[in-house]
């Protein structure tokens, strides 16, 4: 059986985590690993350090897209720039992206905040082939859950790193061996709606109008107080008053 190699684009404890699994699968799936490409996030600290894994399992190296090898696959999990097709088809069988959130409703970045405040009662993780747009690739596999009343933006990202994880590990087999039917995300827009949000819309989202009506001002303080992060704010008198919860 042919070994086939698979370079890993990836960052954030999510992406760390699903290296470690595929480290962990490569007799299992008689894979090489031919290369890592990542970048440094200090907010997460060492104990997510991608390029101290890739090291200890003698994984390359790779600085930045243009030094992408050819290879078999390329995954991508939480990678910050958009792959340009000279870059995609340096993956002889598929690029594919994991995405936290459900497509084709939520392409880009703020999705958690963005089903918070469109009121969502449903989410979802999608892995998805990747092509030259944002998020816009054919889906190959997707999980979607029910989004808990009044739930804030902290614990729908925990359910969804959850089903992240969950997914990558149920699927890693197919996408290797190449079992995967994969659908057009037009054939679901008509179904689900689409949307594409950037990450200067959380700017926006975290000012609060107290003239809104009680829900609404609930509503857009759950969907932006993410620990970490400058919290919800309103202006008085030239003043941000941030909103803060005990919760």
């Not at 894994?53 to 999990?77: F, G, M, R, T």
């Not at 993780?125 to 596999?141: A, C, M, S, W």
């Amino acid at each position: 059986m042919h070994q086939k190699s698979v370079v890993f684009l990836g960052s954030k404890p999510i992406g760390y985590e699903c290296l470690e699994y595929l480290i962990s699968q490569k007799d299992v799936l008689n894979i090489k690993i031919a290369g890592l490409l990542t970048h440094s996030r200090k907010e997460f600290g060492n104990a997510h350090d991608l390029n101290a894994l890739a090291n200890k399992h003698e994984i390359p190296i790779i600085n930045n897209l243009a030094d992408l090898p050819v290879c078999d696959i390329i995954y991508s999990v939480q990678y910050h720039q958009i792959l340009k097709q000279e870059h995609i088809e340096k993956a002889q069988q598929i690029a594919v992206n994991l995405h936290m959130a459900p497509l084709p409703e939520y392409r880009g970045s703020n999705q958690f905040s963005f089903a918070i405040i469109d009121r969502k009662n449903e989410f979802g993780v999608t892995i998805h082939q990747v092509d030259t747009r944002i998020d816009h690739g054919d889906i190959l596999f997707q999980k979607r859950f029910p989004i808990p009343e009044n739930c804030w933006v902290n614990d729908l990202y925990k359910l969804t790193y959850n089903a992240s994880l969950k997914l990558f590990k149920q699927t890693l087999a197919h996408v290797i061996k190449g079992n995967y039917n994969p659908v057009p995300q037009e054939l679901l827009v008509g179904k689900y709606g689409t949307s594409l949000h950037l990450r200067n819309e959380m700017a926006g989202l975290k000012v609060i109008d107290l003239a809104w009506e009680k829900e609404k001002i609930e509503r857009y303080i759950r969907a932006t107080s993410m620990p970490g992060f400058e919290p919800p704010h309103c202006v008085i008198d030239g003043r941000k008053i941030f909103l803060t919860s005990e919760k």
